[in-house]
């Protein structure tokens, strides 16, 4: 039996020559410092061979709310009632950048059912969505990792909305994506750019114009350090889980473009 090549291209062949893609999750624009750097590349190494050996879980269940759909993220004291002493509701954090969210309306933008987590795992959960908007950066941009990671939200934190939503931030800056063309000759021959890939589902984005936020490493390990110089987020464009085709991951990260990628206005 004969398999179609399904890998995106530009224009003069495939993006990806390597052996394998990952998702940039997994290859972050961060160089790992010896002995300590060696602690992530065990984690992932570990992850890979668990998911060989024993595959991943089913996904979770369905949400309440569906995709498109307005909510109304509870009152802070509401939310907390609902957590333990941890900050944690059937084991999902309700992270310190989510606090700013409270009692604002948003629209779902994901039901997320199964996810890579913090620790490269994949994971299953139920009830939850990410909301079109909310992200790790906070309500005014100033929290977070600082790679506008998507919030996730259990559906105990939230409650059907007639509200008007909530202004989204004002872009300081915009971009363009410069053709698959330009973008091909910064890669490498696995379709990378120091270590990060150009992986599947960006080629369509190639051309149009979105509000770009520079991506500003705010908790990074002791033993890592930013490379690559100037890498950006562009407002709402995620991971859809091209990467993982076999699996699936619904955590929406914010997908990294490098400014070689980009047409940056002035």
């Known amino acids: ?37 060696l602690v992530r590349q065990a984690r992932l190494a570990l992850e890979d061979s668990r998911e060989r050996r024993n595959g991943v879980p089913a996904p979770g269940g369905p949400s309440a709310f569906s995709v498109g759909d307005w909510v109304r993220v509870k009152d802070a004291d509401a939310v907390r009632a609902t957590l333990d002493d941890q900050d944690r509701h059937r084991g999902l954090w ?6 700013s969210y409270c009692g604002r309306t948003y629209q779902v933008e994901h039901v997320v059912r199964r996810m890579v987590d913090d620790h490269y795992r994949m994971r299953r959960l139920s009830a939850t969505t990410s909301l079109r908007g909310a992200t790790c950066l906070g309500a005014d941009g100033s929290e977070g990792c600082g790679m506008a990671c998507a919030l996730l939200f259990r559906d105990e934190w939230l409650e059907p909305s007639t509200e008007a939503a909530a202004e989204p931030l004002t872009p300081t800056r915009y971009a363009t994506v410069r053709s698959l063309d330009e973008i091909r000759a910064t890669l490498d ?24 936020t520079p991506v500003r490493h705010r908790s990074l390990a002791r033993w890592q350090r930013p490379v690559g110089g100037d890498w950006y987020v562009l407002d709402s464009l995620r991971c859809g889980g091209e990467p993982l085709p076999l699996t699936g991951c619904d955590r929406q990260c914010a997908l990294l473009w490098h400014s070689s990628w980009l047409h940056l206005d002035a």
Do not use: N
């Open 1 to 37: 039996m004969t398999v179609k090549d399904s890998r995106p291209t530009l224009s003069g062949g495939p993006v990806f020559t390597g052996p394998a893609t990952r998702c940039q999750y997994k290859s972050l624009p961060l160089r790992d410092l010896p002995p300590l750097g």
């Open 94 to 99: 309700f992270t310190g950048s989510q606090w």
């Open 189 to 212: 021959a696995g379709g990378r750019l120091h270590g990060v890939p150009f992986q599947p589902g960006m080629a369509r984005f190639a051309g149009t114009s979105h509000g770009a």
